[in-house]
């Protein structure tokens, strides 16, 4: 379906052609299950499967493409990480800006594992304040998981200044990447981040159904599933080596042949300059659009650091009617709502309203933007 598309933060489309054209030629060509056996087909599609871990290690600064385990969405590898790394009783410290994905898990592990958990406020604009995440680490702290940027205020964390926290500590960290893995630089090394949770489907360009989790090689984490990996068949427990102990089950060949040309594309184009063209075209929409009539947007405000969002309201309207008439009357895809993000809403005082969020990503051009403003003004005009 053709049309104005502001959802890039929930998945990214249009994808580059090489990942559509690499899928159908796939397809075409094999459909053998990856490291299932020792024919030439199966060997072609493992090696395939290998290729896509080798891009995201270099694309993240991982030493061992091992360290990467493939799974469906973000919300899975947080899920993995989460559930497998703390245990009975342990403290975790996390944020007031986290996706249900974060959120659901770890308040699970508090009904079923007696994990307690510190939310770290955030200001309105989506700033945390480091003292008050020195105050939150406890004797019993284990984790520390956070979004690496909020998904409703766009606001980007520390990663770097949390690891120094909590490596002083021997705390790890998990980051959530859901929102800028491909769009903002990220060296699991050089950011001392522990594990790193990703989708392929958003700013890396693949499609959906692709997604991983990155592992120190010193971190372990009690696997989530169980099950056939190819390997050790003779074994009745998961094999001890990565990334077979993380992937039981047959993984999504096409999809990661996919996400594979999308990571070789961002690396060829270079974060740095995906980067700076999406910060430069937010930053116009965000513009336009406080200017309107009754908008305010929310989230740090223009010149300071932000991803590739903008969330607004609208004096007097309801979010859910203006994305419905952007939709309707101009083909305009946003979103409004909650944004699976009640902690965000929270912070941003929205939690009774919600908001609508417009994405952007690499592809987006200047005339979509003038065109979400241009309907944007009539829609505000008619109040
Ligand atoms: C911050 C954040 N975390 C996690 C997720 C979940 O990602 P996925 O749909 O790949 O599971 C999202 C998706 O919107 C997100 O924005």
Redesign the pocket.
């Known amino acids: 379906m053709k049309g104005y598309y502001f959802d890039h933060?929930?998945s990214s489309w249009p994808k580059p052609p090489q990942v559509t054209e690499a899928m159908v030629k796939w397809l075409e060509s094999n459909g053998a299950n990856p490291g299932r056996g020792s024919h030439q087909s199966a060997m072609e599609a493992a090696r395939t499967i290998y290729r896509c871990r080798v891009s995201l290690a270099e694309l993240f600064g991982i030493a061992n493409p091992n360290d990467i385990s493939f799974t469906a969405?973000?919300?899975e590898a947080l899920n993995i990480a989460i559930k497998g790394f703390l245990h009975q009783g342990d403290h975790v410290i996390s944020t007031g800006l986290e996706?249900n994905?974060?959120r659901r898990p770890l308040e699970w592990m508090r009904q079923e594992k007696q994990v307690s958990i510190t939310y770290v406020p955030a200001d309105k604009q989506g700033r945390i304040q480091l003292d008050q995440v020195e105050k939150a680490f406890h004797a019993n702290t284990k984790l520390l998981v956070c979004?690496h940027a909020s998904?409703l205020l766009g606001s980007i964390l520390p990663v770097e200044k949390l690891a120094e926290m909590c490596k002083a500590r021997g705390v790890r960290l998990l980051v959530?990447a859901?929102?800028t893995a491909g769009a903002y630089p990220i060296d699991v090394r050089s950011m001392g981040i522990d594990m790193l949770a990703f989708?392929g489907?958003k700013g890396l360009l693949g499609p959906q159904g692709t997604?991983g989790l990155y592992l120190h090689p010193e971190v372990e984490v009690e696997p989530l599933f169980h099950g056939g990996t190819g390997s050790r068949s003779e074994e009745t427990s998961q094999p001890k080596t990565r990334p077979d102990r993380y992937e039981a089950g047959t993984r999504n060949t096409v999809g990661i042949v996919g996400l594979d040309q999308g990571i070789r594309y961002i690396m060829q184009e270079t974060v740095a300059v995906i980067r700076e063209k999406e910060s430069r075209m937010i930053r116009i929409l965000m513009e336009g659009l406080q200017d309107l009539n009754g908008v305010s947007c929310l989230g740090p405000p223009v010149g300071e650091e932000r991803t590739s969002i903008v969330a607004f309201t609208v004096e007097a309207k309801d979010p859910a009617e203006v994305a419905h008439q952007l939709d309707r009357n101009y083909n305009i895809a946003v979103r409004a709502g909650y944004h699976?993000t009640p902690l965000g809403h929270q912070t941003a005082g929205t939690l009774g309203t919600g908001a609508i969020r417009a994405s952007i990503g690499y592809f987006t051009t200047i005339d979509e933007i003038e065109y979400l403003l241009h309907a944007m003004r009539e829609i505000t005009r008619k109040s």
Do not use: E, I, K, L
Request: hydrophobic share 30%; aromatic share 0%; with cysteine.
């Open positions: 933060a929930a969405n973000a919300t996706h994905s974060v979004s998904n959530d859901a929102q989708p489907h997604g699976c």
